[in-house]
């Protein structure tokens, strides 16, 4: 060094000032190019209950394909993944919002047949059980609902959607985690090795598949590829539909070709409701829409300015979240086919003087159950939900479902599908049914325009706790700045339709407390079926969750 020389000193300075200078810009560079942080996507991803079948629906995307290909194509996929969640045996809602912001809504839920079982409503189950049986059977949706989207938003070959499913179905997969936990549920195994379905679900010995074993679909992959090659009138006008009709009267059943001829797909304008500077489009009834917009309108007056609450302010804000979700279940009964009631209707429930007046009434302490003009009823379980959005912007929120964990366990041997018990659904939330009548359901996919010019795609299933669930999602994440991931993530209070509060493990014990001490009822239950996935495109960057509590993994690229 000490023979060193001025000149050289200024030269390795310089020399290490320009590296600085570039390891700087290349940070930067970075940055621009890739933009978005670990984790999330750059152009398009899908939310779906499984890792397999966000996959799948990735693929189609890849291919060239819209949102709605990927979601035809994850749904397909998730019919074998999660066959006790939904299948081509139900129905669907897809709230799709094309690039130019116009939102549609296609709804294609089962409905009531020509003819069914007199005194229906006399079966329905008093307390939390299943509705087994072929009289809650109503007309399936799905396949007529995947064709009407398709020849609207698809842009890959309709038969392409079912490639995955078809080499899924036949080649087998390995046991789903969550399919081998559900099924080694004592109850769920039960029902199920005691029902047509152990003809797919059952080893030679008649016990329930479970970790390790290769789950197959033989007479559906042959089902799926005829759909696949001549289309939904497959079902609905040809043999499938008539092997199909033939397994449900085995069954007991009442439907008929005439049924499956009749169905009709409701393609609607979404409602828009406004949420201070957030936009959000919701199915009209009757899906559930109007009632998580109500609790979310209610809630929007609410909730504390700053970010990070303490233990009292959290106390307040679930205090006054289960409050709405109390007057929400006092208006399930606005929630009906508005086919079947036009003289009434749940336009109310987004009417900001209702709002208003409603907001009124909650106060800081918790009231007697006429108090919010609750009837009691039994809760519901169950369904799927996907959430996609593709490089073109179009977007697609669709929940799907055959009601119950395997519908009613109708299993149909000629075609390999499992039917719904959609009809259950009226259970507790009508007095009357009609011949073509759309059950009402707590089904709500929505897309909503967020503050930041972000779009936030979500849904969620788990029958009654579906609002709960969604609802507080977006009020963890919208307005109390979680990550979506957290947000979902986060631990729900559920107001059953009783009106007591049940909080999920690890839901903030001294926030219950607090609660408890407003007087609200609270129950233990292990029963939690709440699942969340969405899709949020923020900045340029996608992010994407699956709820961990279905063991989801999204996909894309
Ligand atoms: C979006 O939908 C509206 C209404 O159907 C239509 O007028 C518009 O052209 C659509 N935009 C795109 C990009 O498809
Ligand atoms: C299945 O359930 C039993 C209890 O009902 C439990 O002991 C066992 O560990 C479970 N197996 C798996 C693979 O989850
Ligand atoms: C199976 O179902 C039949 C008819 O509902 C019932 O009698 C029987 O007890 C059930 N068996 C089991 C193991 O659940
Ligand atoms: C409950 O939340 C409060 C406020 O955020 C926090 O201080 C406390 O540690 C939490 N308690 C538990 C048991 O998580
Ligand atoms: C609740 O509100 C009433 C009147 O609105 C007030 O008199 C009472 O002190 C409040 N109670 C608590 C615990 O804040």
Redesign the pocket.
Known sequence: MANCKPWLVCCLVLVGLIGAVAVVCLCIALLVVEGCPSGSFKFAAVSADSRICSNAGRSMLQQGGSAVDGAIAALLCTSLVNPQSMGIGGGSIFTIRNKTGNVKVYNFREVVPKSFKANLLNDCPVSFRMSIGSQWIGIPGELRGYEVVHKQYGRLPWAKLFEPSIQLARGGIEMPPYL??LL???FVKNIVENSSLCKILCNKNKNVL??GDILKFPKLAETMETIAEKGADALYTGKIGQDLIKDIKDAGGTLEMEDLKSFQVRVEDAWTVPLGNIQMHIPPPPSGGALLAFILALMKGFIPKQKSLDVYQKIGMYHHYIEAAKFANGQKRSIFDPQFNKAKNANHLIDPDFINHIRAKITNRTHDISYYSVKPSSDRFGTTHVSVLDEDGLAVSATSTINEIFGGTVYSPRTGIILNNELSDFCGRADTVRAGEQPPSSMTPVILETESGGLLVIGGSGGSMITSAVALSIINHLWLGMTLKDAIAMPIAFVDSKNNVKFEPGFNTSVIDGLKALGHKVVDTPYFFNVVNAVEKDNGCIAAISDERKMGVPAGY
């Open positions: 081998a936990k080694n549920n004592s479970g970790k």
